[in-house]
């Protein structure tokens, strides 16, 4: 009965792992036996990806026992990189938070990267503008679980018989959870107005890009 049960868990296991590498794996097998290189450099190139993306698929390849054509790949990856290493697309990708891999022949690169940096500096003040606000919706949470002990421990001074020293700590813990509230509000306040300067700073960015052509 227990090698049955073992022998479950490790057919289970394994059909999980086959899951997980499926799902990760680049390329299809049925699009490894019919990949165009030279298409997939284009494609992968016209996306951001790198020049070593070509390992991930021979990776992917390599259940079907086929090998990425190099130099069509590298082929495809340098025109693909033209159509990429624009204004509009270098914009976009520092928009989203997407990395840069270098990519860019040197005479689109300069202007790809302004655009980039532009599309980053939205991207930063809104991440500022989310991460405000997370924290101050959990302070929030904090505060108002804070007020519901609270009132938990008033009831218990208040109906129930206690002791001098239960009555005692629960008094100090009353004291402890108003401290904490008054700082958590402390805290939002702050975050609240902090969060005031990122909204107008986005507002400003953002017009400026609308200005500069970026966002239509």
């Not at 999980?16 to 799902?23: P, Q």
């Not at 401290?179 to 702050?190: A, G, P």
Request: with cysteine; proline share 2%.
């Amino acid at each position: 009965m227990n090698n049955k049960i073992f022998m479950r868990c490790a057919l289970s296991i394994l059909l999980l792992c086959s899951i997980l590498l499926s799902a990760c794996a680049t390329m299809s097998k049925d699009e490894c036996l019919h990949a165009d290189w030279y298409i997939k450099g284009l494609e992968d190139a016209n996306q951001g990806y790198p020049l070593s993306r070509v390992a991930e698929h021979g990776k992917a390849c390599a259940r079907v026992k086929v090998t990425p054509v190099m130099p069509d790949y590298e082929d495809g990856h340098k025109k693909g990189a033209r159509l990429y290493c624009v204004p509009e697309k270098g914009y976009s990708a520092g928009r989203d938070g997407s990395e840069y891999h270098g990519i860019c022949p040197q005479d689109l690169e300069g202007q790809f990267l302004l655009a980039y940096r532009d599309g980053q500096e939205l991207y930063n003040i809104e991440r500022h503008i989310n991460n405000l606000a997370s924290e101050m919706d959990s302070n929030q949470a904090r505060i108002q679980s804070n007020y519901n002990e609270i009132q938990a421990l008033q009831y218990d001074i208040s109906e129930r018989n206690n002791d001098s020293n239960e009555r005692q700590y629960k008094l100090h813990r009353i004291d402890d959870l108003h401290y904490e509230i008054t700082d958590l509000e402390v805290r939002n306040d702050r975050a609240a107005h902090e969060l005031d300067l990122f909204r107008n700073d986005f507002r400003v960015v953002e017009d400026k890009h609308y200005r500069m052509g970026y966002i239509k």
